[in-house]
């Protein structure tokens, strides 16, 4: 199983970035992906996941600003983040069934 995470960067309070995680050994269609996010100084955050029939939960910091969806023709979980707080500033990491993760990548939200 590989999780190759990518999109993040740096942008200004109430900007938007689209994360993307491409997935590879397993099977997509059955699958549990979920994102999750790590500040400085805080416990790893579960914030979205979705099934492979796309049924979706996001966390109470991120509903309504994220959404989380995929595309199992591409394997690949999405991530879009829209109205971005200097609090979403993270480590963002792609999982799937909480046993694989991607690399990370690092979101910075500036005011």
């Known amino acids: 199983v590989q999780l190759q995470a990518s999109g993040g960067g740096s942008v200004q309070a109430g900007g938007s970035l689209r994360l993307s995680c491409k997935a590879s050994?397993?099977?997509?269609?059955?699958?549990?992906m979920a994102w999750y996010r790590q500040g400085p100084g805080e416990e790893r955050e579960l914030i979205a996941s979705?099934?492979?029939?796309?049924?979706?939960i996001h966390s109470d910091s991120v509903r309504g600003r994220f959404t989380v969806f995929s595309d199992s023709v591409r394997r690949t979980m999405y991530l879009q983040m829209s109205d971005l707080k200097p609090e979403d500033t993270a480590v963002y990491y792609c999982?799937?069934?909480?046993?694989?993760w991607g690399q990370g990548t690092q979101v910075t939200v500036s005011s």
């Open positions: 050994g397993i099977n997509f269609a059955v699958s549990i």
């Open positions: 979705i099934t492979g029939s796309h049924a979706t």
């Open positions: 999982s799937f069934a909480g046993q694989y």
